[in-house]
C-alpha cells in the first residue's frame, strides 16, 4: 500500500514561486512513475507534471518553463517547483504514484492559491 502526503501550498501573488513536496511511504518509489495533477473549481482533474521511474519527463503544456517536477528516490519524496505563477494555476494540486504514468495512489491534495 502506497501512502502520500503534500506539502508546500499556500497563498502566494502572481509572480512568486511555491515548491509542492510529496511525501510517500510503504514501498520503494525508485519502481514507480509519479505525477503531479491539479483540480480548479468546477472543472476536471487534469494533468500538470509527471516523471517515470527512469527520470523522464512529461508537462502540461500551460506549465511548461514555469514549473519543474523532480524526484528524491532515497528521501522517497516528489517536488514541484512553480515559477512564474499565474492565477489560473490556481488549483488544489494531487500527488499520485503508479506502475507507470497511468497514477493509480493519489494523495489528499494541497491547495495553491495564485491571486493577481
Known amino acids: 500500500q502506497v501512502q502520500l502526503v503534500e506539502s508546500g501550498g499556500g497563498l502566494v501573488q502572481a509572480g512568486e514561486s511555491l515548491r509542492l513536496s510529496c511525501a510517500a511511504s510503504g514501498t520503494n518509489l525508485r519502481f514507480l512513475a509519479m505525477g503531479w495533477y491539479r483540480q480548479a473549481p468546477g472543472k476536471q482533474r487534469e494533468l500538470v507534471a509527471t516523471?517515470?521511474?527512469?527520470?523522464?519527463?512529461n508537462y502540461a503544456d500551460s506549465v511548461k518553463g514555469r514549473f519543474s517536477i523532480s524526484r528524491d528516490n532515497p528521501k522517497k519524496t516528489l517536488y514541484l517547483q512553480m515559477n512564474s505563477l499565474k492565477p489560473e494555476d490556481t488549483a488544489v494540486y494531487y500527488c499520485g504514484a503508479g506502475p507507470s504514468t497511468a497514477l493509480v495512489y493519489w494523495g489528499q491534495g494541497t491547495q495553491v492559491t495564485v491571486s493577481s
Open positions: 516523471i517515470s521511474n527512469l527520470g523522464t519527463t
